[in-house]
């Protein structure tokens, strides 16, 4: 059967306890004077601790009051004496076992807990042992009390035995605990440790032998300091045992500094306040020298883990193809990429301290000035939402040109000011091809248009000499697939046209505008039979915007909402304005038509995106329409109607500049 591991312990404290017991009895201050080095009862408060919870604790408990008490009385202690000093020590280790579970720098190695690691454990531990010595001696002030009636209750002489048992723990119970850890100190230290050793025995000897008449304990001090800021911890403990037994041990025999006072009590009182001094300085520095290296040590490996990582994060981001920059809440450059500044025809350096603006040579795309203010990162900065912009950038170091896409999010750091990071990708290849691809499908769609127009009119002749035929619906039918054609290629280019054409920009006055699309949509339905949709215009601002792709957008927009109503329901459109940031000017348009399917509301304005089962249209209406705002500097979205089915289409215009035609507003 494997015994458990609290045994070896609990027998080594044992004899420590037997030993510190008979060693300290005889170490009595006055007739007959309580012992004034008592060991005892910080090894018997240690033992009950190492104890734990194993079958040996209630053992323990019953052998610390049987020890002290045959200790007590075969030193010539009396009968009733040592009967209540083995009470005291039983219940002081009782006591100070209750209180000290939370600390854990004090539990048994099979906890998995070290001693003493900090100086709160330090603190924790005195804490501790002024409890446990305060129960002892309130049962032995007691105990005094009934055994002799007569006797008077001294405060000095109970002060120097509370600092005595506090001494006991904070020393001589810390020393047992650090015991082990006295056989890991290094060569070096135990060379230097035999130095200070060597210089205090020494220095007390001078102060307690030959110079005892003069008041200079104070001037040993120095000593516990040196031991503390240079020694390991276990030495540093063993020293305080050493000397304060010394300091003890002069002051008993009737020597040194302290034992000139002809007052008994406080002479101990003194004495033991002197020893508790010397334990709290060694202890107290030694563990916040511990705790200095331990958090250097892990500043260390931090500091070598955080320099690993920024070494990975740069080689990293120097090799990415893409350009990264960092900028501060100013917009001058605080990291970039060698990326960045091949992207941008700017210098290599990764700092410049540079404002990134306009000056760099960056317009758009279609060439027309940009101002620092519409940049990305500006808006970043500024608090805004941005969604990747594609910028021209030319510059002597890019003389050709370069469209380079800004991807700007705002990044913050700490508590300090937020910065901006911007990844730049060069999409100028991209667009060459997709603008030769939409250039060639232009062409197509114009080539093809004349042989379309071939087509239906000879369909035409074919409805009229075949009618009242039945081949004439087969007419029908070529007649609708070329009418669907037209649409298709009028689409492509229409989308060429808002890509490409040259903007004109003018004050318009979107009141008349949109009056005269409606009026128009009104007459459609009349002229085909249908419900006349309801349209409700609210207050409508000008804008400044190029007249014909500016109709073809409010058009576009129309006719999607006319054509996406549920069978049998009326058609209805809400249409007005309101502010926008950026000398802006939103547009909505909302309806009671079916609605965008979930996760569809950014694919709606991709090219040839229809809805499933559609063949009215050709897939570019709201493409197109993406494209006129943009080329307008402006943003569209499309999102639920917030005030029941539907959909609402939000559109961004700049305001209009002319007064003349703000005037014509009309005012609702």
């Given at each position: 059967m494997r015994l458990p591991m609290a045994v070896p312990p609990v027998v080594g404290y044992a004899v420590l306890h037997l030993i510190a017991v008979l060693a300290g009895a005889g170490t009595t201050i006055g007739d007959p004077g309580e012992p004034m080095i008592w060991p005892a009862f910080g090894i018997a408060a240690m033992w009950l601790v190492a104890s734990g919870e194993s079958r040996w604790r209630w053992a323990a408990t019953g052998?610390?009051?049987?020890?002290?008490?045959?200790?007590?009385?075969?030193?010539?202690?009396?009968?009733?004496?040592a009967l209540v000093e083995g009470l005291v020590?039983?219940?002081?280790?009782?006591?100070?076992?209750?209180?000290?579970?939370?600390?854990?720098?004090?539990?048994?190695?099979?906890?998995?807990?070290r001693p003493l690691l900090s100086l709160p454990d330090l603190w924790d531990l005195l804490l501790c042992a002024g409890v446990a010595a305060l129960a002892g001696n309130l049962l032995r002030i007691a105990g005094d009390l009934v055994l002799d009636g007569e006797r008077t209750f001294s405060v000095t002489g109970a002060a120097a035995l509370f600092l005595?048992?506090?001494?006991?723990?904070?020393?001589?119970?810390?020393?047992?605990?650090?015991?082990?850890?006295?056989l890991g100190v290094g060569r070096n230290k135990l060379v230097e440790g035999l130095a200070v050793f060597t210089v205090?025995?020494?220095?007390?000897?001078?102060?307690?032998?030959?110079?005892?008449?003069?008041?200079?304990?104070?001037?040993?001090?120095?000593?516990t300091v040196w031991a503390a800021i240079r020694l390991?911890?276990?030495?540093?403990?063993?020293?305080?045992?050493?000397?304060?037994?010394?300091?003890?041990?002069?002051?008993?025999?009737?020597?040194?500094?302290?034992?000139?006072?002809?007052?008994?009590?406080?002479?101990?009182?003194?004495?033991?306040?002197?020893?508790?001094?010397?334990?709290?300085?060694?202890?107290?520095?030694?563990?916040?020298?511990?705790?200095?290296?331990?958090?250097?040590?892990?500043?260390?490996?931090?500091?070598?883990?955080?320099?690993?990582?920024?070494?990975?994060m740069t080689t990293v981001v120097n090799s990415m193809t893409e350009g990264l920059a960092i900028l501060d809440h100013t917009g001058r450059l605080v990291l970039r990429n060698p990326a960045a500044g091949r992207l941008l025809g700017s210098a290599s350096a990764v700092t410049g301290e540079v404002a990134l603006g306009s000056d760099h040579?960056?317009?758009?795309?279609?060439?027309?000035?940009?101002?620092?203010?519409?940049?990305?990162?500006?808006?970043?900065?500024?608090?805004?939402?941005?969604?990747?912009?594609?910028?021209?950038?030319?510059?002597s170091a890019v003389p050709e040109g370069r469209v380079v896409r800004f991807n700007a999010a705002r990044l913050t750091l700490g508590t300090g000011p937020y910065h901006v990071v911007v990844v730049f990708h060069d999409v100028t290849a991209d667009r060459r091809?997709?603008?030769?691809?939409?250039?060639f499908a232009?062409?197509?769609?114009?080539?093809?248009?004349?042989?379309?127009?071939?087509?239906?009119?000879?369909?035409?002749?074919?409805?009229?000499?075949?009618?009242?035929?039945?081949?004439?619906?087969?007419?029908?039918?070529?007649?609708?697939?070329a009418a669907r054609m037209r649409t298709f290629l009028n689409g492509l280019l229409a989308y060429t046209a808002a890509r490409d054409g040259k903007l004109m920009p003018t004050t318009i006055n979107m009141a008349l505008l949109v009056g005269d699309i409606i009026n128009s949509r009104l007459d459609q339905a009349e002229s085909a039979g249908a419900a006349p949709p309801y349209f409700e215009v609210g207050r409508l601002d000008p804008v400044e915007a190029d007249p014909v792709l500016l109709r073809q957008l409010l058009e576009n927009l129309i006719d999607n909402s006319l054509r996406t109503m549920a069978p049998g329901v009326g058609p209805y459109l809400a249409i007005s304005c309101q502010p926008a940031p950026n000398g802006l000017l939103r547009i909505d348009i909302l309806d009671n038509s079916l609605g965008i399917p979930p996760g569809t509301r950014h694919e709606v304005f991709t090219n040839f995106h229809r809805e499933k089962g559609s063949t009215s249209t050709n897939g570019l209406e709201l493409a197109i329409c993406k494209r006129i705002v943009e080329r307008h500097g402006g943003t569209i979205e499309a999102t639920a109607n917030p005030y029941g089915q539907g959909t609402r289409m939000s559109f961004t215009l700049p305001v209009g500049r002319s007064a003349y035609a703000r005037a014509l507003a009309p005012t609702r």
């Open positions: 052998a610390i009051g049987l020890f002290t008490a045959a200790g007590m009385a075969a030193t010539g202690a009396g009968l009733g004496i020590a039983m219940l002081g280790a009782v006591v100070f076992a209750i209180v000290v579970v939370r600390l854990p720098g004090l539990q048994p190695p099979a906890a998995g807990a005595r048992d506090i001494v006991a723990v904070l020393v001589f119970g810390t020393a047992t605990r650090l015991l082990g850890g006295l205090s025995a020494i220095a007390y000897w001078a102060v307690f032998s030959s110079q005892e008449d003069l008041p200079i304990g104070f001037v040993l001090i120095p000593l390991p911890t276990p030495l540093v403990a063993f020293h305080a045992v050493v000397f304060d037994c010394a300091a003890l041990l002069y002051t008993v025999g009737g020597h040194g500094p302290y034992a000139v006072v002809a007052d008994a009590e406080l002479r101990a009182m003194l004495i033991q306040l002197y020893a508790g001094i010397l334990g709290c300085v060694g202890l107290a520095l030694a563990l916040s020298r511990d705790e200095r290296d331990t958090l250097i040590g892990r500043l260390q490996v931090s500091e070598q883990e955080a320099t690993d990582k920024a070494t990975m040579g960056f317009f758009q795309p279609d060439g027309s000035p940009l101002s620092d203010a519409e940049l990305p990162h500006v808006r970043v900065l500024a608090g805004h939402d941005v969604e990747p912009m594609d910028v021209l950038v030319r510059n091809h997709r603008d030769e691809l939409m250039s232009g062409r197509v769609a114009h080539d093809l248009l004349n042989p379309l127009t071939t087509i239906e009119g000879w369909a035409e002749v074919l409805e009229q000499e075949l009618a009242g035929y039945r081949p004439a619906e087969r007419v029908q039918r070529i007649q609708r697939a």
